[in-house]
Every structure is written in C-alpha cells, then in structure tokens.
C-alpha cells in the first residue's frame, strides 16, 4: 500500500517499503492472530488486516495522537478484524497467545516486550521488530540471542524516492530502518 493512502499526523509511521519487508517476515499466510504493539497509525496492522482478512489483529498504542489517527484509518479502510487497545506494553496487551508479534515501538521496555512476545508466541510464530536506533537493535538482538527459543535475523534497508529539485532530480534517502525477525522454535 503506498503510504499517501493513509491519514497522516505527526505521528510515526511504518513506510511502505519496510512495511512489505516487515509484513512479509512476519510470515502471515494461514495465520489467525497478530499483535502489533506500538501501532502508531496503524499501517503496518492496517496493512495486514486488508492483505489477510480472516487474520484477527491486536493493535496496542499508548499516544492519545495515535489512537486517534489510527482509528480515523481503521473508519476509512473499514478494517473490523483489528482491535485497537490503548495502553502501554506489555501490561495493557491482552493477554492470550498470537502467531505473529510486530513491535513497531517499545519506549523504555523493550526487553519486558520482548520477554511478553516470546511467552505469548504460538509455536513457529513469528516476531519482527523495527529500529531505526542501531543502539536499540543491537539490544534487542543480543538480548534475542541469548534466549535459546527462536532463530534469529537482521537486516537493514535503507530506501531513497526520486524527487525533483528545481530542474534536476535526486535520490531523497528515507531513516535507514533494522528489521529484526525470530522464529519461536517449538
């Protein structure tokens, strides 16, 4: 989906090209339940929700500006399988079990998340999570790596969109994003 779809604020959002990365590691074909934590507009579980509809979505944001941005696209795309719950993760997220696990954003918890998402992962589901702090992916990777669970990988993109400038034309380059994904083991 290109990202002028979307409502847009000054909230944060998932970019297209990362969004397909993100979406197809979180390996979605079959599966009945995802979670996505720190939503923000919500195109990642929008994204997913329209791709795979028979897929029940648990969207979980904390900022009062995304709720209300998020919900505004939910109304426009009439996604119904997403559940948008406001809150701070990991206490506020419903507490069942998911196939897929999308952290968007962690805030100051990560490693609390990551400790939610793993017990709260059904076996051969799957975890992705997105940085644009090397400092914050590293984290998240070595705290991954030491938890004999789940495979493990990492990957940067880095995406830049043709733009004109006065009579020429160059590559305008968009945060360079790390997309860590891990496979629970059963």
């Known amino acids: 989906m290109k990202d002028e779809v979307f409502l847009r604020s000054k909230v944060p959002m998932t970019k297209s090209e990362v969004r397909a990365l993100s979406i197809d590691k979180l390996r979605l074909q079959g599966k009945h339940s995802m979670l996505d934590i720190g939503s923000g507009t919500g195109s990642v579980s929008i994204q997913a929700a329209l791709e795979f509809p028979d897929l029940q979505v648990t969207s979980v944001e904390h900022h009062d500006d995304a709720i209300d941005i998020m919900q505004q ?10 559940d948008l719950v406001k809150g701070e993760a990991p206490d ?4 069942q079990m998911y196939d897929a696990i999308f952290v968007g954003g962690s805030g100051s918890n990560l490693e609390e998340i990551i400790d939610f998402a793993l017990s709260h992962l059904n076996p051969d589901g799957t975890l992705v999570l997105n940085f644009i ?3 914050n992916a590293m984290q998240a990777f070595s705290y991954l790596d030491q938890n004999q669970a789940v495979t493990l990988e990492m990957s940067e993109v880095r995406v830049s ?7 020429g034309h160059y590559f ?6 790390l997309i860590i994904s891990a ?4």
């Not at 506020?92 to 507490?95: R, Y």
């Not at 969109?161 to 009579?167: A, Q």
């Open 133 to 135: 702090l090397q400092e």
């Open 73 to 82: 696209n939910m109304d426009k795309f009439k996604t119904a399988n997403i």
């Open 183 to 186: 496979t629970r083991k059963e």
């Open 172 to 177: 305008k380059p968009q945060n360079p994003t």
């Open 92 to 95: 506020d997220v419903p507490n």
């Open 161 to 167: 969109k043709w733009h004109g400038l006065g009579k």
